[in-house]
């Protein structure tokens, strides 16, 4: 496959087929982020190269060209690429990519986050899966108070209402009242201590809009799910919810 420069004509690059084949599952925006992160990272596609067409691209990736450009827009405001037009127009690899959160365990020294490791990401994101996801089964199990549903379904408004600068703490909150409705008083400080980690990991990576956005709904299909009573829905939500964050985290942080 060859690549265009941003100096014009085109030029001979590595393949990014191994990684830009159809994405999987319902997290399309974060699953898109990531591969197209991936190829950048490693320089399948180089500095200053262009990537495919957006029709090409999205046929790839199996995904929508709204899709798409929702992914291309988020990695261009993060740096990672820029979208140039005319005769040799496109969107291109930026000549200098940002650099990420190093992990400790690649540079001990002069790292962003020095304390991030490889092995931590995944311990932090497998606990976190353990527990959130067997709170929401558990949460939906429960026959709930009108208080504790009221609570509940207000969390969720909250976060959907909720602006950049506020997310990150409403988001955690809604996540910790499911928590503390699977009845088991031990779990929450289990998941506070885990949704602190986390929040650290996140700090680490840009806030985009569209998963965002994504996850707001996902909030209300895990919500729902708890609130009419069926522990496989919620099991199943959760379980998605938390995948398309593990996505972008691995995506920028791996």
């Known amino acids: 496959m060859s690549r265009q420069s941003s100096a014009g004509p085109p030029t001979a690059g590595l393949s990014s ?36 067409a957006e029709r090409e691209l999205a046929a790839q990736l199996g995904v929508s060209r709204d899709t798409l ?40 020294t002069g790292a962003s986050h020095p304390s991030i ?9 497998t606990l ?14 429960r ?28 988001d955690s909150r809604l996540h910790l009242y499911i928590g503390e409705l699977a009845g088991s008083p031990s779990l929450v400080p289990l998941l506070a201590d885990v949704r602190m980690r986390l929040n650290e990991l996140l700090d680490a990576i840009p806030l985009l809009a569209p998963n965002i956005a994504h996850s707001n709904k996902q909030h209300e299909q895990i919500v729902i799910a708890i609130l009419t009573g069926r522990p496989d829905a919620a099991t199943d939500a959760m379980r ?6 593990a996505l972008l985290l691995r995506g920028f942080l791996e």
Do not use: C
Request: hydrophobic fraction near 40%; avoid cysteine.
């Open 69 to 108: 450009r929702e992914a291309i827009a988020s990695l261009a405001g993060a740096g990672y690429l820029i979208s140039r037009r005319g005769r040799y127009g496109g969107t291109f690899v930026s000549n200098v990519l940002p650099a990420p959160p190093l992990l400790a365990e690649k540079n001990p």
């Open 117 to 125: 490791t490889a092995a931590q990401i995944d311990d932090v994101l």
């Open 143 to 170: 026959v709930l108070s009108p208080p504790e549903r009221e609570l509940l379904w207000s969390s969720l408004e909250a976060a959907a209402a909720a602006d950049a600068d506020e997310y990150r703490r409403v």
């Open 17 to 52: 087929d191994l990684l830009l084949g159809p994405v999987s599952g319902t997290n399309t925006f974060e699953e898109t982020v990531q591969r197209l992160l991936q190829t950048v990272r490693l320089g399948l596609i180089a500095p200053g190269e262009r990537l495919p």
């Open 128 to 141: 976190r899966d353990i527990l959130e996801v067997g709170g929401a089964r558990a949460a939906a199990g």
């Open 240 to 245: 998605e919810h938390l995948s398309g964050t």
